[in-house]
């Protein structure tokens, strides 16, 4: 299993360009997550997705902020137009919800992706 | 309100040393828990979890972890620590039920001298 994806590893962007952050979660998962992580708020969840329907976005900063999950294999984060604040590390993770198995709601993490807004 | 706390921010111990990093949790349903560990530049990785059943939990890397409902809490153990276990750790916790989010502790800094 390849764990999941995400890519670029590391972008760096002016401010006020836009960022796509991309995310390909495990085979058979059906829930993904969003989470932002920096040194003053430490890890914070943006958004969630279940069977590819966002299920509690409470956690996106702003308008600025978008995601969508188009199918269950592939998932965006975008930040249109991007500023400084925004450099931080975004985690994608997925997992397989549902009651009665051990194996259920552990939640695998991607690599994450540094950005760097200028 | 649903919360999890580590109380300590940064621990440093001696390698060799024991080592227990806190974890207490405010959650009104029945709590599934998770211990996550975070080396530098790298994504989260889980270390153990409880569901159910035995309150004491073995992980990877020698970890264990015990679940103390009447103090709602989920300590994180080692008995001898490595250089190698110089990390950020994380407590978790979920639902059995419903919403499917995680509620992350702030972290606790793992330094180990040599």
């Known amino acids: 299993d390849a764990g999941v994806i995400q890519s670029p590893r590391h972008e760096v962007t002016e401010m006020g360009q836009e960022v796509t952050l991309r995310c390909k979660p495990i085979?058979?998962?059906?829930?993904l997550f969003w989470y932002r992580q920096t040194m003053m708020r430490g890890l914070e969840l943006l958004i969630y997705?279940?069977?590819?329907?966002?299920?509690?976005d409470s956690g996106m900063p702003e308008d600025r902020f978008s995601a969508k999950m188009p199918n269950a294999s592939f998932s965006t984060l975008k930040i249109q137009p991007s500023e400084p604040r925004d450099s931080a590390v975004y985690f994608c993770?997925?997992?397989?919800?549902?009651?009665?198995?051990?194996?259920?709601?552990?939640?695998?993490f991607g690599p994450g992706t540094r950005l760097t807004v200028l | 309100a649903q919360s999890v706390t580590q109380p300590d921010i940064h621990i440093t111990v001696s390698e060799g040393a024991s080592l227990e990093l806190r974890c207490n949790y405010s959650?009104?349903?029945?709590?599934?828990l998770f211990w996550y560990v975070q080396s530098p530049g790298q994504g989260l990785q889980l270390l153990l979890k409880?569901?159910?059943?035995?309150?004491l939990v073995q992980g990877i890397k020698g970890f264990e972890a015990e679940f103390k409902r009447s103090q709602s809490s989920f300590n994180l153990r080692k008995p001898s620590v490595h250089w190698s276990d110089a990390a950020e750790y994380f407590c978790?916790?979920?639902?059995?039920?419903?919403?499917?989010?995680?509620?992350f502790g702030t972290g606790t800094r793992l330094k180990v001298l040599a």
């Open positions: 993770a997925s997992t397989r919800t549902g009651v009665g198995s051990s194996s259920y709601n552990e939640q695998f």
């Open positions: 085979s058979g998962h059906n829930s």
């Open positions: 997705f279940n069977n590819n329907v966002p299920i509690d």
């Open positions: 959650y009104g349903a029945t709590p599934y």
């Open positions: 409880y569901f159910s059943g035995d309150t």
């Open positions: 978790a916790v979920t639902t059995t039920s419903g919403t499917y989010k995680y509620i």
